[in-house]
C-alpha cells in the first residue's frame, strides 16, 4: 500500500513539474528574478524583490510592454554564488527568460555572468557594486549590466567629501573586513584621503554579524583623529555609531549607501546619529516627482519606508523593461543592444545613462543626518 | 590603565551572554553527550520572543525576560521530544547531525515568519538608558543588568543542580544512565529538565542581547552559539562551573585581542584557543582526564 502510494505521488509529482515547465504564453514577456531570498544576504535580495515587483506591477496596469504583460519568474539563490550560477542557468534554458535581474551581491552577480554570455540572455543587477563586475582586463562582459556606481567612486568621493567639505585631515577607518564592498570602499577613501594631504590614525575591522564593537571604539578613543569613516552596512554600521556615540566619541562619522535604511535610526536611536553623512543612490528628500512618486506607491503597497535596495531594485526592473520595450525582437541580444543604448534614463536613483563600461554614469547624493533624520542633501562628484 | 579597565568591562558584558549560553551546551553534553547544534538558535528565538513581548505587546524588561524564558523552555524541550528522543539508542554521530538539522530548521523556520532583517528592540527608557562615567570610563546600565541576571541565574541554577531532588537526578543520569534508570530514576524526565533549564537561559540570554546591542537577526545565534561552545570546552565540557569561567575567558579575551591586537583576529584566536585545548588539555581547564572505560 506505502510503495503504491509512492509511486502515485511520483507520477503525480512529474506530471505537475512537466505542466508546470510548458506553460509558456505568447502575450507574457517573462524575466527572471534570480536573488538572495534566503541566506546571509536574504536581507538585501528581499528588499530588492519588494522593489522589482512594484514596478512591474506599475507597468502591467499600465498595459505591459507593447500590449504584453510581464511575468516575474522568481528563484532564490540562497545566497551562495554556486547557487546563484545553477538557477541562472535555469532561468534561461528551461524558462526561457528574456533577461535576468539580480542577484544583490557583486559575487553572485559575477558568477552568473559566463551563463549568460553563454546563453546570450542579458543580466543586470542594482546593486552590485564592485569595481570589476561588468568590465575586467579582458573587456566589458557583454551581457552584464549594472545600475549602480561603483565601490570605487563612492569611497573617492567620500574622501573628498571629508578634505574638502569637512575640512578634516586625521581618519580613522572601521571596516567590515568579510566584505569586498566595505574592502573596496576603504582602499579608494584611503588613497584619496591620502593623496589628498590627510592622515590615516587608525583602521580597524569587523565581520558581518558582530554586535560588539566596544573593543573597538574603547580603542581608538585614546587616539588622535577628527572624522571616521565606516564602509559598511547598517546592521553593523548603527550599532557601532552607537556604541561610539555612548562612549562619547563626538566627531564626524562618513560612509556609504550601505548606510541608507530605515533601521539605521532604530538600530543607533535619533540622538547618536547626528554629525553623520553618507553617499547615496536616492534621498527621500528629492522632490523630483518621480522620487515622491515612488515612495507614495512604496508605503501603500507595503507600508513601510523603502530603502536604498527598494529603490535600486524599482529602476532596474524599469530599466530593463524599458530595454525590452526598445528592442527590435525579443531575443537576448536586441534586450542587450537596446540596454546599450539607454540615454538619460529617469529613475528613482538619479537620471542616467549607461557607459561603454556598462555601468551606470549618475551623480552621488551625499546626506547629512540630523537626529537622525535626512537633514542636507548635496550632489557631489563629477 | 583606563582604556584597559573599560575593556575588562566590555569583556565581561560580553563573557556574561556566552557563558549563560555555554551552560545550556554543557548541561546537555553532561547528561547526554550530545553537542546540541540548535542550542544558539534557541537564544536567538528568545529574543525574538522579547522582542515581540516589549514592541508588541509594550511590556517592561523583566516580563519580557520571563516569558522569553518560559517560550524558549517549552521549545527546547519540543525539540528534545521530537528531534532528539527517538534517537536515544542510536549512534552519537546520528544524533549530532540531526542537532545540526534541527538548528538550520529554526534559523530558516524563523526567517520565514519573521524575514530575514535586522529588527532592533524598542527605545529603552528610564533606568535601563541610565549611564555612569568614572572618569574616562563609561559603564551603563544595560552592562550591569546583564552581569546581574547572569550571576542570578548562575546561582539559581547551581542551586538546583546542587540541592534540589531533580538536580541530583540529573548529576546521577549524566554519571550512569542505566544504573540512575535502575535507582528508579525517570531518565526521560530528567533529560527534558536539562533541556528545559539549558533552553531558558539561552532565552534569558537572548532577551540581554536585545536590550543590549539592540539588534536582532534570524541568524544571530549562529557565531555565539560557537562562541559559547567553545567556552563549555575551555571549562571543561560537561561542568558548570566550567562554563561560567570559560565564559568570562573567552569573553575577555576577545575584547582584549580587538583593543590591544588586531580585531582581525578576534574569532581566528578564539578557535584557536579551541585547538589548544583540544591538543594540551581535552579535559577543559576544570575537567578530570579520565580514561574512556571500553
Redesign the interface.
Known amino acids: 500500500m506505502k510503495r503504491l502510494l509512492s509511486i502515485l505521488l511520483i507520477v503525480v509529482m512529474t506530471t505537475v513539474l512537466i505542466s508546470g515547465c510548458s506553460g509558456s504564453n505568447a502575450n507574457e514577456i517573462k524575466i527572471g528574478v534570480n536573488y538572495e531570498l534566503s541566506g546571509q544576504v536574504a536581507t538585501y535580495g528581499q528588499s530588492s524583490v519588494e522593489g522589482i515587483e512594484l514596478a512591474i506591477e506599475e507597468i502591467n496596469k499600465a498595459g505591459g510592454i507593447n500590449g504584453k504583460q510581464i511575468k516575474l519568474v522568481k528563484v532564490d539563490n540562497k545566497s551562495e554564488p554556486s547557487e546563484a550560477t545553477t538557477v541562472a542557468t535555469r532561468l534561461m534554458t528551461q524558462d526561457k527568460v528574456i533577461a535576468v535581474l539580480g542577484p544583490a551581491t557583486s559575487g553572485a552577480f559575477k558568477a552568473t555572468i559566463p551563463v549568460a554570455i553563454k546563453n546570450k540572455v542579458p543580466v543586470a543587477s542594482g546593486s552590485a557594486t564592485a569595481d570589476d563586475v561588468t568590465v575586467d582586463a579582458n573587456g566589458v562582459k557583454e551581457y552584464a549590466f549594472r545600475i549602480c556606481f561603483s565601490d570605487s567612486y563612492q569611497g573617492n568621493v567620500m574622501a573628498r567629501y571629508a578634505l574638502e567639505k569637512l575640512s578634516k585631515t586625521k581618519a580613522v577607518i572601521i571596516a567590515d573586513s568579510s566584505s569586498d564592498y566595505a574592502k573596496g570602499l576603504a582602499a579608494n577613501f584611503k588613497s584619496t584621503f591620502e593623496a589628498g594631504g590627510g592622515k590615516i590614525v587608525a583602521e580597524e575591522a569587523y565581520i558581518k554579524g558582530d554586535t560588539d564593537f566596544n573593543a573597538i571604539i574603547t580603542k581608538i578613543k585614546g587616539m588622535d583623529f577628527d572624522v571616521i569613516f565606516i564602509p559598511g552596512y547598517y546592521e553593523e554600521v548603527g550599532l557601532i555609531i552607537k556604541q561610539a556615540r555612548t562612549q562619547g566619541i563626538d566627531v564626524p562619522i562618513l560612509g556609504g549607501d550601505g548606510f541608507d535604511s530605515p533601521k539605521l535610526v532604530e538600530l543607533a536611536g535619533p540622538e547618536a546619529l547626528n554629525n553623520v553623512y553618507f553617499s547615496n543612490h536616492y534621498s527621500s528628500l528629492d522632490e523630483s516627482p518621480v522620487v515622491q512618486d515612488f515612495i507614495k506607491a512604496f508605503k501603500e503597497k507595503y507600508n513601510k519606508e523603502p530603502d536604498a535596495f527598494n529603490a535600486l531594485g524599482y529602476d532596474l526592473a524599469k530599466f530593463v523593461a524599458d530595454g525590452i520595450k526598445r528592442a527590435e525582437k525579443l531575443t537576448g541580444e536586441a534586450v542587450k543592444n537596446a540596454l546599450e543604448q539607454t540615454r538619460n534614463f529617469e529613475g528613482v536613483t538619479g537620471t542616467f545613462s549607461v557607459d561603454e563600461n556598462h555601468n551606470a554614469e549618475k551623480a552621488i547624493v551625499i546626506i547629512g543626518l540630523k537626529d537622525g533624520q535626512q537633514d542636507t542633501i548635496e550632489r557631489f562628484g563629477d | 590603565m583606563e582604556?584597559f579597565l573599560?575593556?575588562i568591562i566590555?569583556?565581561i558584558?560580553?563573557g556574561s551572554i556566552y557563558a549563560l549560553i555555554a551552560l545550556g551546551y554543557t548541561m546537555v553534553y553532561g547528561i547526554i553527550k550530545l553537542i546540541n547544534f540548535a542550542h544558539g538558535d534557541i537564544y536567538m528565538v528568545g529574543a525574538y520572543v522579547g522582542y515581540f513581548c516589549m514592541t508588541f505587546l509594550k511590556l517592561g524588561f523583566l516580563p519580557s525576560l520571563l516569558i522569553a524564558m518560559v517560550f524558549c523552555t517549552l521549545l527546547g524541550v519540543t525539540v528534545e521530544k521530537i528531534a532528539y528522543k527517538p534517537l536515544r539508542d542510536s549512534t552519537r554521530i546520528a544524533v549530532l547531525i540531526t542537532a545540526i538539522g534541527a538548528s538550520l530548521f529554526i534559523e530558516?523556520g524563523t526567517?520565514f515568519f519573521v524575514?530575514?532583517?535586522?529588527?532592533?528592540y524598542p527605545?529603552m527608557t528610564g533606568l535601563l538608558v541610565k549611564?555612569f562615567r568614572f572618569g574616562?570610563i563609561?559603564l551603563?546600565m544595560q552592562q550591569i543588568i546583564i552581569v546581574i541576571t547572569t550571576v542570578l541565574l548562575m546561582i539559581l541554577l547551581q542551586f538546583i543542580v546542587k540541592k534540589t531532588k531533580i538536580g541530583k537526578a540529573m548529576r546521577a543520569v549524566s554519571m550512569d544512565k542505566d544504573a540512575a534508570r535502575l535507582m528508579g530514576i525517570n531518565v526521560d524526565s530528567t533529560i527534558s529538565f536539562t533541556f528545559a533549564i539549558g533552553s531558558a537561559l539561552a532565552g534569558a540570554a537572548g532577551v540581554l542581547?536585545g536590550i543590549y546591542?539592540?539588534?536582532i537577526?534570524p541568524?544571530?545565534g549562529?557565531?555565539p552559539g560557537l562562541k559559547a561552545f567553545v567556552a563549555a570546552v575551555f571549562g571543561g565540557i560537561g561542568i558548570i562551573p566550567g562554563a561560567m569561567i570559560g565564559g568570562y575567558i573567552i569573553g575577555t579575551i576577545?575584547?582584549?585581542?580587538?583593543?590591544?591586537g588586531?580585531?582581525?583576529y578576534r574569532?581566528a584566536v578564539v578557535f584557536a584557543i579551541l585547538i589548544l585545548i583540544l591538543i594540551v588539555r581535552p579535559a577543559g581547564l576544570l575537567g578530570k582526564n579520565t580514561r574512556e572505560k571500553v
Not at chain 2, 115 to 120: I, P
Not at chain 2, 254 to 260: I, K, M, Q, R
Open positions: 582604556q573599560q575593556q566590555n569583556g558584558s560580553l530558516y526567517m524575514k530575514a532583517g535586522v529588527r532592533s527605545d549611564q574616562d563609561v551603563t542581547v546591542y539592540n539588534s537577526n541568524l544571530m549562529i557565531m576577545e575584547v582584549l585581542v580587538s583593543g590591544y588586531n580585531s582581525m574569532d
